[in-house]
């Protein structure tokens, strides 16, 4: 593999060469997949970045883990299973777009939830944060989704993430100034002015 170990799109790749193995080798739902040592040896990679691999490939119920047995291809009820690797590693513009919709959703229902479940000290703690440090823009709504609490959509958000910033998306950047309003909206604890400042960040005319 050409990517870089330390770079945090090797299971990117790795989800890649598993779609192509099981096209080659003819896996079919029930199969039982090499191991995580075996893959890591096969692809030249460590295992942390294949574990990585299995993770989201298993958040999207591709494929199952059994204890002491191993992982498996799950039963897609007819899908082909090649088909809808292929749409989770974005061969599709169609596929693009759901990417960057889906990405955009999950930031808008956190904060949401972060309206609705912290308090005025944490979102003022937050504030501070803002104000006085230099983030990027993944780190800012990392802090957003850790403060909605709610873990699934940590692990979907932190998956789609790392696509959506591979498709390199145009975005023009973000003022340090309209981070600190989203987070002042926040504390207003009023959903339009809320949902009005997400969509000025992500220029977008509504969610």
Aim: proline fraction near 1%.
């Amino acid at each position: 593999m050409s990517a870089p170990e330390s770079s945090t799109k090797v299971y990117i790749e790795i989800v890649k060469q598993l779609r192509n193995m099981i096209q080659v080798e003819g896996y079919q739902a029930g199969d039982k997949l090499p191991s995580e040592r075996e893959l890591s040896e096969r692809l030249s990679v460590g295992r942390s970045s294949v574990r990585e691999a299995f993770r989201a490939l298993e958040l999207l119920g591709l494929i199952e883990t059994r204890r002491g047995e191993g992982t498996f291809i799950r039963d897609f009820r007819g899908h082909n299973l090649v088909q809808l690797l292929s749409t989770f590693i974005l061969q599709d513009d169609r596929a693009r777009t759901d990417i960057k919709e889906t990405k955009y959703l999950i930031e808008w229902d956190c904060l949401w939830l972060a309206a609705k479940k912290v308090s005025e000290e944490e979102l003022q703690s937050f504030r501070n944060w803002a104000e006085s440090t230099v983030y990027t823009d993944d780190e800012f709504f990392y802090h957003i989704i850790l403060l909605a609490d709610n873990h699934l959509f940590m692990r979907m958000w932190t998956i789609l993430k790392d696509y959506y910033n591979s498709l390199k998306f145009d975005q023009e950047p973000v003022a340090k100034a309209d981070y600190i309003k989203l987070v002042d909206s926040l504390l207003s604890y009023n959903e339009q002015l809320i949902k009005d400042q997400y969509c000025k960040i992500r220029n977008l005319s509504s969610i």
